[in-house]
């Protein structure tokens, strides 16, 4: 088997019909799933997403960090929609080597971050495995018919990233210092992603968690459109090609009207051009005039 995660998600996804009438106004394939309850002034946005051990974090990891970021990763989600998380469930399966002290320090990390966003856990499940799991699910809303989509860019916007690209990258091969906090700690930038739908006029949106190359790609996909970029700002200290490739930069990468006016930074946080939409083969992505392989993190690359 040798099977991109795109390629499976599609595999699914084909064989899944929205029923017309449900409610369901998005499914498989963006950040979250949409679904409008009749005569509500909002949508809701769901997003599931699991935190394995030795995929995404090791024994070794404090253990109020692997809360945190099991939480930061579904929260994230919800700022790319430009959502107000409302809620989080989380399912918790314990290896023999995790006790009470551990599943202590896990709550308080991601409850921490729950009260922080507004995000109060409404239940979950636990179990036993031979290696720790956690799978959470977070709900927000938005507007009715206002959530930030991956496929509402058009042709000639201009595509923006927050922050730096590639901190998470090299402190996962540092293993300290300022990018390894990064790396256990993400910021979901909820208040940033409001800011795109509301003020900004955002046309689409997604978080960065699989790397630059291939979220992009994934972008220009759903939107049938291709991209031209240069180089992002780059994680002091980070390579080029963990900025390029590296994963689990939570940042936000979105695109515009090209005439509209983007400030320089947003709460202290800073907003880069990169590049354009353009029209062309769906999914390129060329760096100053070079295709750009999309070799950011992909679970099923390898399988
Ligand atoms: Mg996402």
């Given at each position: 088997?040798?099977?991109s995660?795109?390629?499976?998600?599609?595999?699914?996804?084909?064989?899944?019909?929205?029923?017309p009438?449900?409610?369901?106004?998005?499914?498989?394939?963006?950040?979250?799933?949409?679904?409008?309850?009749?005569?509500?002034?909002?949508?809701?946005?769901?997003?599931?997403?699991?935190?394995?051990e030795?995929?995404?974090?090791?024994?070794?990891?404090?253990?109020?960090?692997?809360?945190?970021?099991?939480?930061?990763?579904?929260?994230?989600?919800?700022?790319?929609?430009?959502?107000?998380?409302?809620?989080?469930?989380?399912?918790?399966?314990?290896?023999?080597?995790?006790?009470?002290?551990?599943?202590?320090?896990?709550?308080?990390?991601?409850?921490?971050?729950?009260?922080?966003?507004?995000?109060?856990l409404?239940?979950?499940?636990?179990?036993?495995?031979?290696?720790c799991?956690?799978?959470?699910?977070?709900?927000?809303?938005?507007?009715?018919?206002?959530?930030?989509?991956?496929?509402?860019?058009?042709?000639?916007?201009?595509?923006?990233?927050?922050?730096?690209?590639?901190?998470?990258?090299?402190?996962l091969?540092?293993?300290?210092?300022?990018?390894?906090?990064?790396?256990?700690?993400?910021?979901?930038?909820?208040?940033l992603?409001?800011?795109?739908?509301?003020?900004?006029g955002?046309?689409?949106?997604?978080?960065?968690?699989?790397?630059?190359?291939l979220?992009?790609?994934?972008?220009?996909?759903?939107?049938?459109?291709?991209?031209?970029?240069?180089?992002?700002?780059?994680?002091?200290?980070?390579?080029?090609?963990?900025?390029m490739?590296?994963?689990?930069?939570?940042?936000?990468?979105?695109t515009?009207?090209?005439?509209?006016?983007?400030?320089?930074?947003?709460?202290?946080?800073p907003?880069?051009?990169?590049?354009?939409?353009?029209?062309?083969?769906?999914?390129?992505?060329?760096?100053?005039?070079?295709?750009?392989?999309?070799?950011?993190?992909?679970?099923?690359?390898?399988?």
């Open positions: 088997m040798a099977n995660e795109l390629d499976l998600i599609e595999r699914i996804r084909k064989r899944v019909a929205l029923p009438g449900s409610g369901a106004i998005l499914g498989i394939g963006d950040d979250c799933a949409i679904f409008r309850a009749r005569g509500a002034a909002e949508d809701l946005l769901l997003t599931t997403d699991m935190l394995i030795d995929v995404h974090f090791r024994a070794t990891h404090r253990a109020q960090d692997v809360g945190w970021k099991a939480l930061a990763r579904g929260l994230s989600d919800i700022a790319a929609m430009g959502g107000e998380p409302r809620f989080c469930l989380v399912s918790l399966a314990l290896a023999p080597w995790a006790g009470s002290r551990w599943v202590d320090g896990f709550y308080r990390g991601l409850l921490r971050l729950a009260a922080r966003e507004n995000a109060p409404l239940g979950g499940d636990l179990a036993h495995s031979d290696k799991m956690c799978d959470i699910v977070v709900v927000g809303t938005v507007p009715r018919g206002r959530a930030l989509r991956r496929d509402g860019a058009r042709a000639g916007n201009a595509i923006y990233v927050s922050g730096a690209l590639g901190g998470s990258a090299l402190g091969a540092r293993g300290r210092g300022n990018a390894w906090k990064r790396h256990l700690h993400p910021e979901p930038r909820i208040a992603g409001r800011f795109l739908r509301s003020e900004l955002a046309t689409a949106a997604m978080d960065l968690s699989d790397g630059l190359s979220d992009l790609r994934r972008l220009c996909l759903a939107s049938g459109l291709s991209a031209q970029i240069w180089t992002p700002p780059v994680f002091p200290g980070a390579t080029l090609e963990q900025a490739h590296g994963g689990e930069d939570y940042e936000l990468l979105f515009l009207p090209a005439r509209a006016s983007v400030p320089l930074e947003f709460e202290g946080l907003l880069a051009r990169i590049g354009t939409m353009r029209r062309g083969r769906p999914g390129a992505v060329e760096y100053d005039g070079v295709p750009l392989a999309p070799l950011g993190y992909d679970h099923f690359r390898n399988v």
